[in-house]
């Protein structure tokens, strides 16, 4: 079965950076987009980082400058490189794939709390 687990998470000062990992497995994922979405407390989960089979990337304008995302397709890995961080990325980061418009796959999230 598809399994997505996060890694890298933990706690980070403002202006620190952090590099999460999203681990797939139980499938192909090459042809397929994945991302990165968050949830801070209290708020939706909302997109951080896309990035499609094609290549194309898409960033919100709130990480736009400060995160990068990549992707391995040889080791069904995807990347999300966080720079700058404010306290305001505080957030349970979860790992995404999309199979198809409406049909998405999402890991169990890692927790990254931004703080002096």
């Known amino acids: 079965q598809v399994q997505l687990g996060e890694s890298g998470g933990g706690l980070v000062q403002p202006g620190g950076s952090l590099r999460l990992s999203c681990a797939a497995s139980?499938?192909?994922?090459?042809?397929?987009?994945m991302g990165w979405y968050r949830q801070a407390p209290g708020k939706q989960r909302v997109l951080v980082a896309l990035i499609r089979s094609s290549g194309t990337i898409d960033y919100p304008d709130s990480v736009r400058g400060r995160f990068t995302i990549s992707r391995d397709n040889a080791k069904n890995m995807v990347y999300l490189q966080m720079n700058s961080l404010k306290h305001e990325d505080t957030a349970i980061y979860y790992c995404?794939?999309?199979?198809?418009?409406?049909?998405?796959?999402w890991g169990k999230g890692t927790l990254v709390p931004v703080s002096s």
């Open positions: 139980g499938g192909i994922f090459s042809t397929y987009d």
């Open positions: 995404n794939v999309r199979f198809r418009t409406n049909l998405n796959y």
